[in-house]
């Protein structure tokens, strides 16, 4: 499943950037039939977690500055991620968007405890925002970090509650997790915690890397499962993956000739294909086993140094999406998938895939 991109790319399930790189995709909205204000609105179980001298407060994004007076009770995230990070500080959302992988409660399995029973109301971003179901739960903030949002979003959203957009700088589909964290913290009345939080994960990266030095400086390239039109969709340096540089990793700088200008994922065509053999292992984000199936069936796969070499990982749908989704509740899960596969690969035992017992 790809990650937040380019909307002319036909990239995402949801706001019409669909990629088709799960099996089962579409709107879930399993256990979260229950509407604004009956037994299961998460407003019903709030629980004031803001930190003293919180409020009010005003936060600065890329789209401009957005002041929260009081601590909000309810919060509707119109991005793709942002429930892990609220989850996270210990804060329900009412309302959530679905980005796909078919879970209840537009929640993954890393997750949804965290939810303690409460059902958010699932929203659907297939053609844009649903700005008329976002007002109906009468939300006092909104989070759009991960939602492409652009000014005339901003602009709507902002007229129904106050609205975060993306980070300054960000992109607007790929706003990267530790600074994203930071200001969801700021604007929900926990600046400190989101801090702490972001430390915990950087220290379980650290202590990860400290134990793995055979990663340390080695190239490694993470591609999407399969091929599209003809390419190859891999993560250049820098575009979500710290997963793998905080581990040791480096993310070789031949991909950059192949980054779209939005600054998007590296698309290489099939006859560039080689220019996967700079990196020293291959992690394919596959999602089933037919997916590995349908990659050994292509030539030009099989010849790459890393296939020949067992240098790969392959991953389950599960650890493919705590990968897109990088957050701080799926990212202790990516190094809990990812590490031993890693590590069964560089002791020449590849290739490996995540999920296996």
């Not at 999407?224 to 997963?243: M, P, R």
Request: net charge negative.
């Amino acid at each position: 499943m790809t990650r937040r991109s380019n909307p002319t790319r036909a990239l995402l399930l949801s706001a019409a950037l669909l990629l088709p790189l799960l099996a089962a995709c579409g709107s879930s909205d399993a256990g979260s039939s229950s509407e604004p204000g009956s037994k299961d609105d998460t407003s019903t179980t709030f629980v004031p977690k803001a930190e003293d001298g919180a409020f009010p407060v005003t936060v600065e994004h890329a789209l401009g500055k957005t002041t929260i007076d009081e601590e909000p009770q309810r919060i509707v995230s119109v991005g793709y991620t942002e429930q892990d990070t609220l989850l996270a500080l210990g804060v329900i959302p009412v309302g959530v968007t679905d980005w796909y992988g078919d879970q209840p409660d537009a929640t993954w399995p890393w997750a949804h405890d965290l939810l303690e029973g409460a059902h958010p109301k699932v929203l659907s971003n297939e053609d844009s925002i649903d700005y008329e179901s976002v007002a109906a739960l009468k939300p006092d903030l909104i989070l759009g970090l991960n939602a492409g949002l652009d000014q005339g979003s901003y602009d709507k959203l902002s007229k129904i509650a106050p609205t975060v957009a993306q980070v300054k700088g960000a992109n607007p589909y790929f706003s990267e997790w530790k600074p994203m964290t930071e200001l969801i913290g700021e604007a929900i009345g926990q600046p400190q915690a989101a801090k702490d939080l972001v430390a915990d994960v950087e220290q379980q990266f650290a202590d990860a890397a400290a134990a793995n030095p055979e990663f340390a400086g080695k190239d490694a390239i993470f591609l999407q499962n399969a091929f599209y039109d003809g390419e190859a969709i891999a993560y250049q340096k820098g575009l979500s993956t710290d997963f793998l540089t905080d581990l040791g990793f480096d993310v070789p700088s031949e991909l950059d000739q192949y980054v779209t200008e939005d600054g998007g994922q590296a698309y290489i065509p099939m006859e560039n294909l080689s220019v996967l053999d700079a990196a020293d292992v291959l992690i394919w984000g596959t999602e089933k086993p037919e997916d590995r199936t349908a990659l050994e069936e292509e030539p030009l796969f099989n010849a790459l140094d890393a296939v020949k070499e067992d240098r790969l990982v392959y991953t389950d749908g599960t650890t493919a999406g705590a990968i897109y989704f990088s957050s701080p509740l799926s990212l202790p899960y990516v190094l809990e998938q990812l590490v031993p596969a890693l590590k069964t690969t560089f002791a020449g035992d590849g290739p490996a895939t995540t999920g296996e017992s």
